[in-house]
């Protein structure tokens, strides 16, 4: 097995070293601890099926998804249009 010390595991997958940190403390990485001058130095140990999650889960939105995304903004925004209206009549009635 592979290992990849963890600035070099965050410019790979263009994560900060920070969120490297939280996934090796939430148990999604796996990691080896070795003694390097007297110093403890953390390595990730890479396998396929970890960096199959890890490219899922960073990977970017799609085209289609996008569209998506755009629709249900332009069917949101004309909910809240809706509801300003009707919030502003029943105002109205209360005056």
């Not at 595991?9 to 940190?21: D, E, P, Q, R, W």
């Not at 140990?45 to 960096?51: G, I, N, P, R, Y």
């Not at 995304?69 to 029943?90: G, M, P, Q, S, Y």
């Amino acid at each position: 097995m592979q290992t990849i010390s963890i600035k070099a595991y965050a410019v790979k997958h263009k994560l900060s070293i920070f969120n490297v940190m939280k996934m090796i403390k939430a148990g999604k990485l796996k990691t080896e601890v070795v003694l390097e001058n007297e110093r403890e130095v953390t390595y990730i140990v890479l396998d396929k099926k970890t960096e199959e999650e890890v490219h899922f889960a960073t990977a970017p939105i799609d085209k289609k998804e996008e569209i998506d995304l755009k629709h249900t903004v332009e069917r949101l925004e004309k909910e809240i249009r809706a509801l300003r209206e009707e919030f502003n009549a029943h105002k109205a009635t209360l005056k």
